[in-house]
């Protein structure tokens, strides 16, 4: 009996460390940090990512078909593609897209 409360205590503490780890989701901001410096801070709402770049005010994109991951877009040329923890940013005024990764906390 008391290894058995033991064992339950062990698998609460162990979820709830894992909770404190994860890191975006629906309703939660997720932060990634890209090859170039840039940071952007993502909120997924339903069909919708709201993206801040560096700091700045977060901007809707609205989410497009994909064959792989899922594709966000808008009509001033930004694009984010993500797959799991990794991403590809681009915006209209850069010749080739960055590659980003997932961070738990912004730097």
């Given amino acids: 009996m008391i290894a058995m409360k033991f064992g339950v205590v062990g698998a609460a503490a162990a ?4 909770a404190c780890a994860s890191v ?5 901001s997720s ?3 890209c090859d170039r410096g840039t940071r952007l801070k993502v909120d997924f709402v339903r069909d ?8 700045m005010r977060q901007v ?6 994909a064959a792989s991951g ?7 040329g930004w ?7 990794e991403a590809m940013w ?4 850069r010749s080739a897209p960055e590659t980003c990764r997932q961070v738990a906390v912004p730097r």
């Avoid at 975006?24 to 939660?28: N, R």
């Avoid at 681009?90 to 005024?93: E, S, Y």
Wanted: proline residues 5%; without cysteine.
């Fill in 15 to 18: 979820l709830a460390l894992s």
């Fill in 24 to 28: 975006g989701g629906p309703g939660v």
């Fill in 31 to 33: 932060f990634y940090q």
């Fill in 48 to 55: 919708r990512a709201l993206v801040g770049v560096n700091g």
């Fill in 60 to 65: 809707a994109m609205r989410q497009t078909p």
């Fill in 70 to 76: 899922a594709i966000y877009e808008n009509d001033q």
């Fill in 79 to 85: 694009r984010l593609h993500t797959k799991g923890n």
């Fill in 90 to 93: 681009n915006t209209a005024a």
